[in-house]
C-alpha cells in the first residue's frame, strides 16, 4: 500500500473549496391556497411587500393586494385560469410596472401596457411603478393658464385651469363622454398631451371614440387605456393608475397633459368587487373603507409643476355616473370633496333640448377664474347670475303674471342667454369667437334681432373674425394681449356682421 501524501491531499482539497462557485439563491416562496375570479389566496410569503410584483407557473403575473399573518391576497393580472390550488408562488422584489413613452401616442393599451390596436408591439422608451407618491405641495405651483374646451358654457362659466382636477358629473345619457371627447378634440395644434382611460365601458363605444378622435387627427397627441366589463376586475382597478402613470412620464418632460377617467363609478364598483373577494369588512353601500384614499391618491397625481420641476402639468377630468341625479350618493360626494370643481349634467335640460345640458346653478370651478384670459372674464363675469335671474323669472312668468317692460326685456336677454350657450356635438367654438359673441350679447347688440337669428350672428362673427380685415384685427389683438380691444373696434365689427344676419 502506498503512502497517502496528506500533504498533497490538502491542498487538492483546498483548491476545490477555492474553485467552487456559491450557486445559493433565496427565495422567499409560498403555495397557493384557492384560485377564483381573478383572485389568489397564496400561503407563505412572510416577506412579501404591499403592491409588490408575484411569479405565478405558467408565467402568470400577480400583485399583492392584502397582508395578513400567514397568507397574503393575490389579484392575477390575467391567466387565472390557468393557476391552480399547490402551485408554487415567488416573489419578485419589483413594484408593477408599465411601460411609458412617446411609442404609446396614437396606440390603444390596456392597464398592463400590452397594445389592443394592430399596430404591432410597443417599443417602451421606459418602465415606471403604477404607484407613485403625488407631487410635493412646494414642488407645486399656482394654476395660471387655461386649457380651453371650445364649449362655450364650460369656459365662460366653469374655466379649467391646467393642472385642475374638474369633474364631470351627471346621469346616464346625458354628455358626459362627449364633453371630454370634445375637451380632447379642441387640444389640436395646442401641444397638449391626452389621455383617456375606459373603465368599464364598452369596447364598441370606445371604438367609435378612437374612430372619431383618428378622423378629426387627435389621435396623434392621444393615448387610449382600456379595461372592457369583461376584463377581470384587476383590469378595472388598475386601468386609471396606469392611465396617471403614462400622463406623468409627458408631464416630467415638461409636457401639458390632459386625462379622462371614464368613469369612477366603475373604478369604485371594481375595487369593491376585489376587496369582498380579498374579505375586507364593508362599509357604507358595501364599500371598503379606505374608498376615498383610492380615488384621492389617484387624483391628487394631478398638478401643475413650478418652473424648477419642468413646469408640466396634468389636468384630470374625472366622471361620475349618478342614479336619478343624486349628486349626495357615497362615491359622488367623496369625488367632489376631492377635486376642484364639478359640471353636472341636468337630465332635465337635457331633454328639454339644452345641450350641453350643463347646470349653471350646480356647476362650478373653485381655481378655473385665475387662470380665465382677461379678455373672457370681461365679458363672462355677470353670466351666471343673469342665468339664474333668467331661471328665477321664467319660472315667475309661468303663472301668467303680467311682467314689466324691464323684466320682459330681461327674460328675452336670458333667452338668448341660454340659446348662444347651446352647442352640437364636436362643433367646437374657438374661445375668440366665443369672447365677441358674448360681448355682443352683454352690450346689447343682440336685443333687437329674434331668438331664432342669435346662432346666425354667431356664425357671422366666426367667419368675420377669420375673413374680415377688422376681425383679423380683433383676433390678433387677443391672441396677443389676452384682453378686449377697444369698445369702438369690437361695436363697428358686431354691428358690420349683423348686417349679414
Known sequence: MSKIRIKEMAEVIKKQINDYAQDIKLENVGNVLSVGDGIA?????????????????????????????????????????????????????????IP????????????????????????????????????????RKAIDAPLQTGIKVIDALVPIGRGQRELIIGDRQTGKTTLAIDTILNQHDKDVICVYVAIGQKQSSVTNNVQLLE????????????????????????????????????????????????????????YRELSLLLRRPPGREAYPGDIFYLHSRLLERAA???????????????????????????????????????????????????????SAGLSVSRVGGSAQIKAM????????????????LEAFAQFGSDLDQNAQKRLDRGRKTVEILKQDVHQLVHVNTQVVTLYALANG?????????????????????????????????????????????????????????
Open 445 to 501: 347688440f343682440m336685443d333687437d334681432i329674434d331668438v331664432t337669428k342669435v346662432s346666425l350672428l354667431e356664425k357671422e362673427i366666426e367667419q368675420g373674425l377669420q375673413h374680415v380685415d377688422l376681425g383679423k384685427q380683433i383676433n390678433q389683438m387677443i391672441d396677443e394681449t389676452k384682453k378686449l380691444p377697444d369698445k369702438k373696434i369690437l361695436d363697428e365689427f358686431i354691428l358690420g356682421m349683423k348686417k349679414h344676419v
Open 100 to 139: 411609458v413613452g412617446n411609442a404609446l401616442l396614437g396606440r390603444v393599451v390596456d392597464p398592463l401596457g400590452n397594445a389592443l390596436d394592430s399596430s404591432g408591439v410597443i417599443e417602451a422608451e421606459k418602465y415606471m411603478p403604477i404607484e407613485r407618491k403625488a407631487p410635493e405641495v412646494m414642488d
Open 215 to 270: 378622423k378629426k387627427g387627435a389621435m396623434k397627441y392621444t393615448v387610449v387605456v382600456t379595461a372592457g366589463p369583461s376584463n377581470e376586475g384587476t383590469l378595472l382597478y388598475l386601468a386609471p393608475f396606469a392611465g396617471v402613470t403614462i400622463a406623468e412620464y409627458f408631464m416630467h418632460l415638461g409636457k401639458d397633459v390632459l386625462i379622462v377617467y371614464d368613469d369612477l363609478s366603475k373604478h369604485a364598483v371594481a
Open 41 to 97: 389566496i397564496v400561503y407563505g410569503l412572510q416577506k412579501a411587500m404591499m403592491g409588490e410584483l408575484l411569479e405565478f407557473p405558467n408565467d402568470v403575473k400577480g400583485l399583492v393586494f392584502n397582508l395578513e399573518e400567514h397568507q397574503v391576497g393575490v389579484i392575477l393580472l390575467g391567466g387565472s385560469d390557468k393557476i391552480k390550488e399547490g402551485d408554487i408562488v415567488r416573489t419578485t422584489g419589483r413594484i408593477f410596472e
Open 377 to 392: 372674464k370681461s365679458v363672462a363675469g355677470t353670466l351666471r347670475i343673469n342665468l339664474a335671474n333668467f331661471r328665477e
Open 304 to 358: 401643475k409643476l413650478n418652473d424648477e420641476n419642468g413646469a408640466g402639468s396634468i389636468t384630470a377630468l374625472p366622471i361620475i355616473e349618478t342614479q336619478a341625479g343624486d349628486i349626495s350618493a357615497y362615491i359622488p360626494t367623496n369625488v367632489i370633496s376631492i377635486t376642484d370643481g364639478q359640471i353636472f349634467l341636468e337630465s332635465k335640460l337635457f331633454y328639454s333640448g339644452i345641450r350641453p345640458a350643463i
